[in-house]
């Protein structure tokens, strides 16, 4: 996960995030083959998620995130391609989307310690100093344990690779059937109803499973977006600064949640639950979670308010 910065603001947590590193060569260029576009782009897309880790400047958790990022990208390119390609799609997703589980635990470790961090900075006046401790020195014993030198980190890495390897020998071959852009597009179409049906459910019946769901189709569509921006009508481009926003805030509202669910179940943390004042803290996470996931269906309501249709240039 990249760097977090909290700041208080009208008793919410705000987070920010490193802007999204969204590659040139992760668009769509007009003048060129559609499908030979995409094998190109998920080509280009592989390759860089396995030599992020030969980029010695580059801190492991950070490589992990890189990383992993590129699967996402690719999986966004993916859900453009409808149920016509289904045969690439659906062993693809699931392919990149096993890799990327693979590195999770790696960037758990990393990513849980820097949103408790910012969260202990910003949203716990009143918790007891003690839990709050206690609580950072598990997740200090967990990363220690996640990099340490018996640790599976070099395994999963190396395991990465080889998905990688074989998925980059896929992609050069790919068949992909396409009418053209206007395929793509009503793919992005597509997506964006996903995500405003999600975003409708998170408000009819919350759970932490609906928000995450949301949040993966918003960064589908942040990518998505980028990838087709030659095709896509200025204010549709406009909206990445908002997807990125949404992402930021269901991103860190999801930390908090597994944050939570570790607090109240995992074996480790049975110490901290032997404290009292842990109930405390739980509650500050409860209270944070409501304001992120406030103001992310404050933004979610313009962004999602009406279909895309007309924000699309459909090629004549």
Excluded at 96 to 110: P, S
Excluded at 174 to 180: C, K, Q, S, T, V
């Amino acid at each position: 996960m990249g760097s977090l910065l909290g700041t208080r603001r009208s008793g919410v947590l705000a987070i920010h995030r490193r802007p999204e590193r969204l590659y040139m060569s992760y668009v769509l260029q007009t003048d060129s083959n559609t499908g030979e576009g995409l094998r190109r782009i998920a080509v280009e897309q592989i390759e860089r998620a396995i030599a992020v880790f030969d980029d010695k400047q580059l801190q492991q958790d950070e490589a992990v995130h890189r990383a992993r990022q590129r699967c996402k990208k690719i999986r966004a390119l993916l859900h453009l391609l409808g149920e016509a390609n289904a045969a690439v799609t659906d062993f693809e997703n699931s392919q990149m989307r096993d890799a990327a589980a693979g590195l999770a635990q790696v960037r758990n470790a990393d990513a849980l310690l820097d949103t408790y961090d910012d969260f202990r900075k910003c949203a716990t006046e009143g918790v007891s100093c003690r839990v709050l401790k206690r609580v950072r020195q598990v997740l200090l014993e967990r990363r220690e344990l996640t990099v340490g030198e018996d640790s599976q980190v070099e395994i999963r890495i190396e395991g990465f690779r080889a998905d990688m390897c074989a998925a980059l020998e896929r992609a050069s071959s790919w068949a992909i059937e396409l009418d053209g852009a206007a395929h793509l597009l009503l793919g992005f179409e597509r997506s964006h109803r996903h995500g405003r049906r999600a975003m409708k459910s998170c408000r009819r019946s919350p759970s932490n499973e609906r928000y995450h769901e949301w949040r993966k189709w918003s960064k589908y569509q942040l990518y998505q977006t980028r990838l087709l921006k030659h095709y896509l009508t200025d204010s549709l481009k406009q909206r990445v600064r908002g997807l990125i926003r949404i992402g930021e805030l269901l991103g860190i509202d999801h930390d908090l949640a597994v944050l939570r669910h570790e607090l109240v179940e995992a074996s480790d943390f049975s110490t901290v639950r032997d404290l009292t004042g842990v109930g405390g803290l739980l509650e500050a996470i409860d209270d944070q979670q409501k304001h992120l996931q406030k103001q992310s269906l404050k933004l979610g309501k313009r962004m999602y308010a009406t279909g895309l249709k007309k924000k699309i240039r459909f090629p004549s």
